[in-house]
């Protein structure tokens, strides 16, 4: 899996008329890219972390809480789960990843399936 981690100015970016275009087309290209290649399984964007809820259980007891429970300059925007023959391919997409060049890409192979 491909993780495309985003800071604020990337979130904003996705819905300011002067910059939405470029972000959009850096991200349309990428994506174009990883379907013909083949290698796509999945993607999918997520919304800015303000919008999100962070829920923990502790004692037992439901705590929840609006917003990224971490408070870091980066946040998951995205992912990608590709299919590849090993970790030096699947680092050659993630070094293609639009956010590469201005926050991070955490690649990490997933899970199989737990068998019965």
Known sequence: MIMAYEDQSAFDSRDDPARAGDYWASWSGYIAALEHSGV???????????????????DGQRLVQDGPFAETKE??????????????EALQWAARCPSAAYAGVE???????PTA
């Open 40 to 58: 796509l399984q999945s993607a999918g964007g997520l919304t800015a972390p303000q919008v999100a809820t962070s829920v923990r259980l502790r």
């Open 75 to 88: 946040q998951l925007g995205g992912y990608f789960v590709i299919d590849v023959a090993d970790l030096d």
């Open 107 to 113: 690649v990490r192979p997933m899970l199989p399936p």
